[in-house]
Every structure is written in C-alpha cells, then in structure tokens.
C-alpha cells in the first residue's frame, strides 16, 4: 500500500518547538521530491519547505525562513521538519506530499498537484 503519513503535531506555546515526521510506504522516497504543506482555516494550502530527491536542495517559504528546517534521511523513508520558535500563525494542519518531477524544489512549493499526499497533522500554537 503506497501512502505517506505524517506525525508529530501538537499542542505548543509561542516560541516552542515541534518536529514532523513523513514517512513513506510502499515507494522509495529518496526518489521523489518532497514537500511540507500547511492549511490554516479559512485559507489556501501552502508550500513551506521543499527539498529535492538527490542533492538535497532546499527551499522554505518566506514566512516559515529562520525558523524551520527541512531534513531527509533516505535510509528510514522520512522527511523531517524541525520548526522552531513558532508563532501562533503558524497553527494550521500539516501535510507532506511527495512528487518525482519536478523542475525545482521552488516549484515543488509552489503548486499542489503532486503524487502522494499525507493525511495530515494538526499543529497548534497557543498559550
């Protein structure tokens, strides 16, 4: 069964920190180009931070640069996002998805046509 799933929201206060996980099934990942998504309410789903399959080209969005950082470890089919001194703006719910061709990782981020998507992790931040 091919899938992804994503894991390690949660409940944190502003400045705190989480690390998502997206780990893949029945697919090799270190072949595809992957990619953080977030969805607020009320709002469009946005990339945030891509990384591409073979070199590990990275890039974050505007809002999220500084703060998050987006890792790969090939060998246990996962994509890691570290996100650091969170804001409460970043509350929304999570989603990696994962594409083979792609021009770039900018244009990874910038669309929402990919392959395989996660079902999703909620992150809140509130005090």
């Known amino acids: 069964q091919v899938q992804l799933v994503e894991s390690g929201g949660g409940l944190v206060q502003p400045g705190g920190s989480l690390r998502l996980s997206c780990t893949a099934s029945?697919?090799?990942?270190?072949?595809?180009?992957i990619g953080w998504f977030r969805q607020a309410p009320g709002k469009e789903r946005e990339g945030i931070s891509c990384?591409?399959?073979?070199?590990?080209?990275?890039y974050y969005a505007d809002s999220v640069k500084g703060r998050f950082t987006i890792s790969r470890d090939n060998a246990k089919n996962t994509v890691y996002l570290q996100m650091n001194n969170l804001e409460l703006e970043d509350t929304a719910l999570f989603y990696c998805?994962?594409?083979?061709?792609?021009?770039?990782?900018?244009?990874?981020?910038?669309?929402?046509?990919?392959?395989?998507w996660g079902q999703g992790t909620q992150v809140t931040v509130s005090s």
């Open positions: 998805a994962a594409s083979r061709w792609v021009r770039n990782v900018q244009a990874m981020c910038g669309t929402t046509h990919h392959t395989y």
């Open positions: 029945g697919f090799t990942l270190a072949f595809y180009t």
């Open positions: 990384i591409s399959s073979s070199d590990g080209i990275t």
